[in-house]
């Protein structure tokens, strides 16, 4: 143990954990539990559907709860135990001028444990190497990159480490379509150029061709040009760098939460939409209204933005994309790419409960002296009808709905 280190107080705890801990389990806000009586006595323990309760050192009475608006699933209670366990290897060293670094590869290591690649090393390696290169540039561009581990041993070939520092790493892949393969040893053994369809829900599609790589034990490692780093286990998005934090990505609850609106095929698309929307940095807003609510859609909506019947020209176009190419289809059946297209249009994109496109770009009447950005505001306006989603510039997403009953529209879940 460091000659300097201490033991944190009840807040600085609070503290470590709201910037280790949570933003691996998007949406969480961390708070001390103050009434010990009901506080379980394991590290990490369920608290009703939405709560953690997260115990930092068994033999101290400090526990803290992260709440949120969706529910954690098992494998985000697994990925906060782990969590606890290497907080209980740093903690020690508390005070010490390396604290925040053991602190940082901590949370690098709580992920490659939960990933459970053969190499935890090697991973490690690669996104120590990932981070360093999302804040450079070559020749005046952000850098770009992709790697897969593969499970296949191979002896041959030139050992990843070796080529960190060399230039021609850096515009050898594109991040999109083409990557080098490594095997558990950290050779480079293969080059890999992709080309697949845009079934792939839960990655967003620019990086869908390195979502289709990752199956079964391999991982698929991603540098973008906005500097996120992504990784994709068994064909989905499993974590993202994004803002200089990580965080964890569980897809099914997320859908959950959407309710019974809509039919699942289009849930599940105006999911894939948002994350879409989300890593193209374009912001969006998306409603989906109940059935029983549609006649109410005009209350919220001007005339010229509604798609049948509407005046603008921006409206005239869309609707004629939908019936001549895309044989005015529902929102669910439209090509993958074109969704994304219209969805980051300014404004809302609203549909219906069969997936019927009713506006896009729509501009959102909301209640005079509301506090929220404008999608946000736009967002709960259209949570009266069914549910209405916020996808800010900066990636954050965020859903609302307001029951019958309800004064105003809550959370429903929030990830970023």
């Known amino acids: 143990m460091s000659k300097t280190a201490q033991k944190p107080t009840a807040d600085e705890l609070c503290t470590i954990i709201k910037c280790s801990i949570a933003p691996l389990l998007s949406g969480s806000k961390v708070s001390k539990l103050t009434d010990h009586s009901t506080a379980q006595k394991s590290k990490v323990a369920k608290s009703g559907n939405a709560g953690l309760q997260l115990r930092p050192d068994c033999n101290r009475e400090e526990c803290f709860l992260l709440q949120r608006a969706q529910e954690f699933s098992e494998q985000e209670v697994r990925l906060a ?6 907080l209980a290897e740093v903690l020690p060293h508390f005070g ?14 709580i992920m490659v444990q939960s990933l459970g690649y053969s190499n935890e090393k090697l991973l490690l390696e690669i996104l120590d190497s990932f981070e360093g290169l999302s804040a450079q540039t070559y020749e005046g561009n952000r850098i770009a990159a992709a790697i897969g581990l593969d499970t296949v041993s191979s002896d041959e070939g030139v050992l990843l480490e070796t080529i960190w520092q060399e230039d021609f790493i850096k515009v050898l892949t594109s991040g999109v379509d083409t990557m080098l393969t490594v095997s ?21 599609y620019h990086a869908r061709h390195m979502a289709d ?8 490692i991603v540098l973008n040009r906005h500097g996120e780093i992504l990784v994709f286990k068994e064909k989905r998005l499993a974590f993202a760098r994004r803002r200089g934090r990580w965080h ?37 807003c998306l409603a989906i209204v109940k059935s029983n609510k549609k006649n109410q859609v005009k209350d919220l909506i ?12 921006k409206s005239q176009v869309i609707m004629r994309l939908i019936q001549d190419q895309a044989k005015n289809r ?22 219906g409960h069969d997936g019927e ?26 949570a009266r009808l069914g549910i209405g989603i916020k996808v800010s510039a900066d990636g954050g997403i965020a859903g609302f709905v307001q029951e019958e009953g309800d004064l105003a529209p809550r959370l429903a879940f929030e990830f970023t």
């Open 81 to 86: 135990s782990i969590g606890m366990e290497m």
């Open 96 to 109: 010490s001028r390396f604290f925040d670094d053991l602190l940082q590869a901590s949370i690098r290591r």
């Open 184 to 204: 558990p040893e950290g050779r480079v053994f293969n080059y890999r150029t992709f080309d697949t369809g845009d079934t792939l829900p839960f990655a967003p």
């Open 213 to 220: 790589y990752a199956t079964g034990k391999r991982l698929a």
């Open 248 to 284: 964890h990505f569980v897809h099914e609850p997320i859908i959950d939460q959407i309710g019974r609106i809509g039919k699942p095929n289009l849930r599940r698309c105006v999911y894939e939409t948002c994350l879409d929307v989300s890593f193209a940095r374009c912001g969006g």
């Open 302 to 313: 001007n005339a010229d933005d509604r798609l049948r019947g509407g005046g603008s020209a």
């Open 330 to 351: 529902p929102f669910h059946e439209l090509h993958r790419r074109f969704r994304q297209a219209i969805a980051a249009i300014d404004g809302a994109t609203v549909l």
């Open 357 to 382: 496109i009713l506006a896009v770009g729509a501009i959102v009447k909301v209640p005079g002296g509301s506090e929220s950005g404008a999608r946000r505001a736009a967002a709960k306006a259209l």
